[in-house]
């Protein structure tokens, strides 16, 4: 019998956004943020009378990096050995070392934070790892959220001021998911900081001297914003000193499966022999378009454990959606790349037949039997279509 876990008691509450998670979730569900984070450390003194300001300042940065988000991926971690990936994870790890800032661009859900804490881990592991999703701080807040800001800034401000997220990633990283979000008046300041290495905190009179290393990611085209008007293209071309772009998991077909089967480790509780994927849901998951990515590939796999009832996760355990094939009903949603795709001109049959076959064979570990059960024909017809196409 497949284990079904139990509803989970208690929620998980992000720091970023305040959003409710399911406890075994590392990544916040509406933010995206990472969830894993240290216990705060007791409330201290930071200065004694007489003492300079800047031991203040650094004793209270030591403070903060200590509540900072940890980091729980490495390149080691980062599963893919399609062509793009492992062009994409050879890149980024050849940046990590660099004190440049770099920009992870790629659709929503291809896993930008994992490479951001991947270069996080490998170019400064002792700092802290800081992450603000501008998508998700409302606008009259993302300044004081990401600069900072001192006592009488506004309603409500603490007395003694508060640090901001760069000054918070001190000798660390500091993570911007979704920077095309951010405000055109936000993006003139943060350009400031990142020429100068000096912040000021709203309401602040004076200037901080940073160290930190950016990296931003988004799923926009921040060039074309950018001739739009949308986007500072000073910005740009200082965020994209080193670039990377993340394949979508519709360009990386053949990690579907061992990414589908990690999942499935990850989330089984226990209790009885772990379900496996039978032929023909890996060749649902492999031939579906995947407009969720990553993140939704492990939706569905967590989905499965918990509707399966045998120790084979058959079509019918995945989501609806998979199952008839369909990408979803929101036109808007579909990234613009995967309706291009979508909207090509028709293959001649013999590449559909190629394809089909590829598939098929790639979903069930190249076994003849199988896959001629699949396809409806017979094993010597599929031999023979394998050799005509040159396949094996």
């Avoid at 050849?94 to 930008?112: C, D, H, M, Q, Y």
């Avoid at 700092?127 to 506004?154: H, K, Q, T, W």
């Avoid at 912040?199 to 060039?223: E, H, P, S, W």
């Avoid at 989905?303 to 094939?325: F, T």
Wanted: aromatic share 6%; proline share 6%; charged share 25%.
């Amino acid at each position: 019998m497949c284990f079904r876990p139990a509803v989970p008691a208690k929620l998980k509450t992000c720091p970023n956004c305040g959003g409710a998670n399911p406890p075994h979730r590392a990544i916040c569900l509406k933010c995206h943020a990472e969830l894993l984070t240290t216990r705060k450390p007791q409330k201290k003194q930071t200065s004694k009378p007489g003492e300079p300001e800047s031991v203040a300042d650094k004793d209270d940065s030591e403070k903060h990096n200590k509540a900072g988000f940890r980091t729980a991926f490495e390149f080691r971690d980062i599963i893919g050995e399609s062509d793009r990936m492992a062009h994409a994870r050879k890149l980024a790890g050849r940046f990590a070392p660099s004190a440049a800032n770099i920009l992870l661009v790629g659709e929503s859900g291809t896993g930008k934070e994992v490479f951001a804490q991947a270069i996080h881990q490998q170019g400064r592991p002792e700092g802290p790892f800081m992450v603000l999703n501008c998508a998700a701080i409302p606008r009259n807040l993302i300044e004081s959220e990401l600069f900072g800001y001192d006592s009488g800034a506004f309603t409500g401000a603490k007395k003694s001021g508060s640090q901001g997220k760069i000054e918070l990633a001190q000798g660390g990283t500091l993570f911007l998911d979704e920077i095309g979000d951010m405000p055109l008046e936000t993006q003139a300041v943060l350009l400031r900081v990142l020429e100068n290495k000096q912040v000021m905190r709203v309401g602040g009179q004076r200037y901080r001297t940073v160290d930190f290393r950016l990296i931003a990611a988004t799923n926009k085209d921040l060039r074309k914003m950018a001739a739009e008007g949308l986007f500072r293209l000073d910005l740009y071309y200082r965020l994209s000193v080193l670039k990377v772009t993340i394949p979508p998991l519709r360009q990386r077909e053949k990690d579907i499966i061992p990414l589908a089967e990690f999942f499935l480790k990850k989330h089984y509780g226990g209790g009885g022999k772990m379900p496996k994927l039978n032929g023909e849901s890996r060749l649902k998951l492999t031939t579906y378009q995947w407009p969720g990515n990553v993140r939704q590939l492990e939706n569905a796999m967590i989905y499965a454990l918990h509707v399966c009832d045998k120790e084979i996760i058959l079509p019918e355990h995945l989501p609806e959606e998979i199952i008839e094939g369909k990408i979803g009903q929101n036109a808007e949603a579909i990234p613009p790349v995967l309706k291009a795709e979508r909207e090509h001109k028709i293959k001649p049959m013999r590449q559909m037949e190629e394809n089909i076959i590829r598939n098929t064979l790639a979903a069930t570990d190249n076994s003849i039997a199988v896959a001629a059960g699949l396809l409806g024909i017979s094993k010597s017809t599929l031999y023979r279509k394998v050799k005509l196409l040159g396949l094996k």
